[in-house]
T-cell receptor
Framework: GAGVSQSPSNKVTEKGKDVELRCDPI?????LYWYRQSLGQGLEFLIY????????KSGLPSDRFSAERTGGSVSTLTIQRTQQEDSAVYLC????????????FGNGTRLTVT | KQEVTQIPAALSVPEGENLVLNCSFT??????LQWFRQDPGKGLTSLLL?????REQTSGRLNASLDKSSGRSTLYIAASQPGDSATYLC????????????FGSGTRLQVQP
């Protein structure tokens, strides 16, 4: 059984460009989370999916951030018009039952905006 | 708003020592609490999950306790090994139906051989 897979592992982009980050959760996991971890900061919640719907988007920092999930599986986090403050490690996690079973994290995508 | 605090921020111990990591949370209305470890450049690995109705959970040399009413949890590591060196994070899920985890900022543990 493969774990949570994220791609790319590293992304360097110029300020103002759009980026897409991908997450492949563990097969059968219905819950999927996106978190952001900045240098010296804790984990910041971004968005949570149950199946293909997102009942909690409260952590998205601005309307430049969006995410979708298709087929109850793969999720994409899109950041439009990237800013330097978007530089961080973006972590994806999945679980069987939302909030009630251990979270399995991917290794993250390290985003650097120059 | 729930706040999760972990003390100390960093800890260095000699191999073989037993140690305790602390986690406190401001709102006791939690659904569960999880402990994770994070190795440099990696994602988080779940260690233990304690439901709000439970007092403790054990896995190998790890024991996590929960005192919900006082807003505290501890992670006890017995007979520490250099391979235990990592950052340990605790996180809570609120008992409000909201399923996002709120994380502490972690304790960075170094076990000296």
């Amino acid at each position: 059984g493969a774990g949570v897979s994220q791609s790319p592992s590293n992304k360097v982009t110029e300020k103002g460009k759009d980026v897409e980050l991908r997450c492949d959760p563990i097969s059968g996991h219905t819950a999927l989370y996106w978190y952001r971890q900045s240098l010296g900061q804790g984990l910041e919640f971004l968005i949570y999916f149950q199946g293909n719907s997102a009942p909690d988007k409260s952590g998205l920092p601005s309307d430049r951030f969006s995410a979708e999930r298709t087929g109850g599986s793969v999720s994409t986090l899109t950041i439009q018009r990237t800013q330097q403050e978007d530089s961080a490690v973006y972590l994806c996690a999945s679980s069987w039952a939302p909030g009630n079973s251990p979270l399995h994290f991917g290794n993250g995508t390290r985003l650097t905006v120059t | 708003k729930q706040e999760v605090t972990q003390i100390p921020a960093a800890l260095s111990v000699p191999e073989g020592e037993n140690l305790v990591l602390n986690c406190s949370f401001t709102d006791s209305a939690i659904y569960n609490l999880q402990w994770f470890r994070q190795d440099p450049g990696k994602g988080l690995t779940s260690l233990l999950l304690i439901q709000s109705s439970q007092r403790e959970q054990t896995s190998g040399r790890l024991n996590a306790s929960l005192d919900k009413s006082s807003g505290r949890s501890t992670l006890y590591i017995a007979a520490s090994q250099p391979g235990d060196s990592a950052t340990y994070l605790c996180a809570v899920v609120m008992d409000t139906g909201r399923r996002a985890l709120t994380f502490g900022s972690g304790t960075r543990l170094q076990v000296q051989p």
